[in-house]
Structures are given as structure tokens and as C-alpha cells.
């Protein structure tokens, strides 16, 4: 009778050895596998957040002068403005949060549909866009008699809701947003009287005493700044208003994540010319030059007939060198001319996406009507 026998120490090694190497090798395999899966779904992220990102800043750029459309041809233009919310100034706003503060944004706002602060030839910029949303009324209100610091009395109220906004061009030559007091119920309903009474905690001290005329903008009017927080490389936006949403202090607020860089370009068109010629926000265009409150500055921002904007998206993880190695550099605007390209700096362990569009401004192109 044969004695059993089990394996010897050398098959068990010789066993472990080859079952060690089929492990490394479905590793191997597997390790390739996760590598191109990643690739393809950072890739993938990268595409979806900076298609979301140029879609949430086209669709409000393309609201941007709604309700002061008229105002070009009555000083609301370019107009410095004065605003209060819950009781505090807000502007001119006493300091900018980041990553606005470290741009070119000036503390005082103007009255303008779009603008651009230009963040260097190869930092962000930022843009700024003023509307508003309301419902009825987008015609100049003339303002019928002397305004107290807490009614303002119109010549005709028809469109005006209880809850909307109110801005007054003022006798000095600028302006102030006033609050009128919202219905008891909270429903936005059509005023009562001409003599509309103001919500003095988010009106100026001296609410509208000397304004001569006043705009509806509505219920939300859009004072709003678009930047790039370098430090989450993400989209963000600036309420400079800074009202509160359910009653939570305003915070700069996320709108994409994955973005890298955003550049931005006017489209100019003069009274002697059929077509746009697109410039970078320096020089004659500069930010700080558009704000001036000259007679040039009011001509130039007329001729801001679109924008062009450039959206630079970034995959969220870094991939093995062995797995992609992309450019070193893009392009922006690589279809205009050399003088309004940007290049930027990219990794090669990244993928990027770019997105671009061109917004037409057109409440500024139908001012010249009213």
C-alpha cells in the first residue's frame, strides 16, 4: 500500500513563484487599464466643466445692459453708483474678496453692460456685467417731484413691482440703487401709488433726495464680477451687491471647477466702420481708462458692440508621464490676429480643453435707438 505523499517544499516554491508572476502580470495589466481610464474620464471632466463654465457666463453676458438700455442717452451710462444692502454700503465697495482683490477691479462701479479687467498676459482676467430683470418698466422714469430720503414720487409707475430696484441718475452726476419696500406676502405685485415707498435699510441714507430721473432694474438686478480662483482653479463669481442668499452672509460663489484661465477681448465697432476689430482690454481699453468718467471714456464704451471670451479647462489629476504627454503651451484666439493672442503655459501631465465664443452685447447695440 502506497504511502500518500503531499508536495515537496521545491514544487510549493516553484508554485508561488509562478502564481507571484501571473499576479505581477494581471497587475501590470490592471494598473494599465486604471491609467487609461482615468485619462479618458479627466478628460472627459475637464470637457463637461468647461462647457458648463462658458455656458453660465455666456448666458449672462448676454442679459448684460437688460433694463438701463435706455439710460445710454441719459446719463446712466458709465454713471458711478452708490448702493446699500442691510444697512451697509456695499458700494463703492470698501475692498474686493479674493481672487478679485488682486486684479485691476476698481472699488467704485460703473454703470456699464460689460467690462474687463485685464489680468496680464498671462494671468486671468476679470469681467464684470451689469442688467437687470425687470418684469415691465425699461423706460426712463421721470421723477415728478422733489424725492424724500424714504419715497421717491414718478410721473408714472405702470410695469413697477413691489421688491424691485430702483436706480436714480442724481443731480451731481451720479447714481444710487434704491430698494422699494416689498408686499407684506412677499409676491412681487404692481405698486399701489406713484409715490413708491423705499426700503431704507438697502437704500442710501439719503435714498433718491436729488435724482432727476430713475430706472427700473428689477427684483435680482446683476452686479456681478467673473474670476478664476487660481488656489481651487475654479470659476467664481462676486455678487457686489453681497446680498445674502437664505440668510447666509454673500460669498464669492463656485460656479465650475477645473478652470484654469479665462481671457476676454471687446469687439469695437466705430460710426465709421460696418465691422468689429477685436482689442485687448489695455491701452485705450484698460479698465481703469473705460472708468474714468471722461467724455472718452463715455464715446468708447459705446462702441463696446461683443465680447469674446476664452475659457481654458484643466483634468483634475496629474497622469504618469508614461501615459500622456501633451503641449507645453496653448493658444487662445489663435484664429485673430497675432496682436490679440494670448499664449499660456500648460503641463504635460494634464489634459486641457479650451472653449471659445463670441457674445454679442446687444442691449448696447439698440441704445443708440432710445
Known amino acids: 500500500m502506497a504511502r500518500p505523499r503531499g508536495f515537496s517544499l521545491i514544487e510549493l516554491l516553484v508554485g508561488m513563484v509562478v502564481?507571484?508572476?501571473?499576479?505581477?502580470?494581471?497587475?501590470?495589466?490592471?494598473?494599465?487599464?486604471?491609467?487609461?481610464?482615468?485619462?479618458?474620464?479627466?478628460?472627459?471632466?475637464?470637457?463637461?466643466?468647461?462647457?458648463?463654465?462658458?455656458?453660465?457666463?455666456?448666458?449672462?453676458?448676454?442679459?448684460?445692459?437688460?433694463?438701463?438700455?435706455?439710460?445710454?442717452?441719459?446719463?446712466?451710462?458709465?454713471?458711478?453708483?452708490?448702493?446699500?444692502?442691510?444697512?451697509?454700503?456695499?458700494?463703492?465697495?470698501a475692498s474686493l474678496p479674493s481672487p478679485f482683490t488682486s486684479s485691476s477691479w476698481p472699488l467704485t462701479t460703473r454703470l456699464v453692460p460689460v467690462l474687463i479687467a485685464y489680468g496680464g498676459s498671462t494671468g486671468p482676467d476679470v469681467i464684470g456685467v451689469v442688467g437687470g430683470n425687470s418684469a415691465l418698466q425699461v423706460f426712463n422714469i421721470n421723477v415728478s417731484s422733489t424725492p424724500s430720503a424714504s419715497s421717491v414720487v414718478v410721473g408714472n409707475a405702470l410695469g413697477i413691482l413691489t421688491g424691485d430696484y430702483l436706480v436714480g441718475t442724481l443731480s451731481n452726476g451720479t447714481c444710487a440703487m434704491a430698494h422699494i419696500t416689498a408686499s407684506s406676502s412677499g409676491t412681487a405685485t404692481q405698486v399701489s401709488s406713484t409715490t413708491l415707498a423705499l426700503d431704507t435699510t438697502n437704500s442710501p441714507t439719503t435714498g433718491l433726495q436729488t435724482a432727476t430721473n430713475v430706472f427700473d432694474v428689477g427684483p435680482s438686478p446683476a452686479l456681478t464680477l467673473y474670476g478664476i480662483d487660481a488656489s481651487t482653479n475654479s470659476l467664481v463669481s462676486?455678487?457686489?451687491?453681497?446680498?445674502?442668499?437664505?440668510?447666509?452672509?454673500?460669498?464669492?460663489?463656485?460656479?465650475?471647477?477645473?478652470?484654469?484661465?479665462?481671457?476676454?477681448?471687446?469687439?469695437?465697432?466705430?460710426?465709421?466702420?460696418?465691422s468689429l476689430t477685436w482689442v485687448q482690454p489695455t491701452g485705450s481699453?484698460?479698465?481703469?481708462?473705460?472708468?474714468?468718467?471722461?467724455?472718452?471714456?463715455?464715446?468708447?464704451?459705446?462702441?463696446?458692440?461683443?465680447?469674446?471670451?476664452?475659457?481654458?479647462?484643466?483634468?483634475?489629476?496629474?497622469?504618469?508621464?508614461?501615459?500622456?504627454?501633451?503641449?507645453?503651451?496653448?493658444?487662445?484666439?489663435?484664429?485673430?490676429?497675432?496682436?490679440?493672442?494670448?499664449?499660456?503655459?500648460?503641463?504635460?501631465?494634464?489634459?486641457?480643453?479650451?472653449?471659445?465664443?463670441?457674445?454679442?452685447v446687444r442691449n448696447a447695440m439698440v441704445s443708440q435707438f432710445y
Open 19 to 93: 502564481s507571484m508572476i501571473c499576479m505581477l502580470a494581471i497587475m501590470a495589466a490592471f494598473a494599465v487599464y486604471e491609467g487609461k481610464k482615468r485619462s479618458t474620464t479627466t478628460g472627459n471632466d475637464a470637457q463637461q466643466n468647461g462647457s458648463y463654465a462658458l455656458y453660465a457666463l455666456e448666458r449672462q453676458l448676454r442679459t448684460a445692459g437688460s433694463s438701463i438700455v435706455q439710460g445710454y442717452n441719459h446719463g446712466l451710462w458709465g454713471c458711478p453708483v452708490t448702493a446699500y444692502t442691510n444697512g451697509t454700503q456695499t458700494l463703492p465697495a
Open 238 to 274: 462676486w455678487d457686489l451687491l453681497q446680498r445674502k442668499v437664505n440668510n447666509q452672509t454673500a460669498t464669492v460663489t463656485p460656479i465650475a471647477d477645473g478652470i484654469v484661465m479665462m481671457k476676454a477681448l471687446y469687439g469695437i465697432q466705430t460710426s465709421s466702420s460696418s
Open 285 to 360: 481699453w484698460a479698465i481703469g481708462t473705460l472708468t474714468a468718467g471722461t467724455s472718452a471714456a463715455a464715446t468708447a464704451m459705446g462702441q463696446i458692440k461683443a465680447i469674446r471670451v476664452a475659457i481654458v479647462a484643466q483634468s483634475r489629476l496629474p497622469e504618469r508621464s508614461t501615459d500622456y504627454t501633451g503641449n507645453t503651451s496653448l493658444t487662445l484666439f489663435k484664429d485673430l490676429d497675432s496682436s490679440v493672442r494670448y499664449t499660456i503655459t500648460t503641463s504635460t501631465q494634464f489634459r486641457y480643453q479650451v472653449y471659445e465664443t463670441t457674445i454679442p
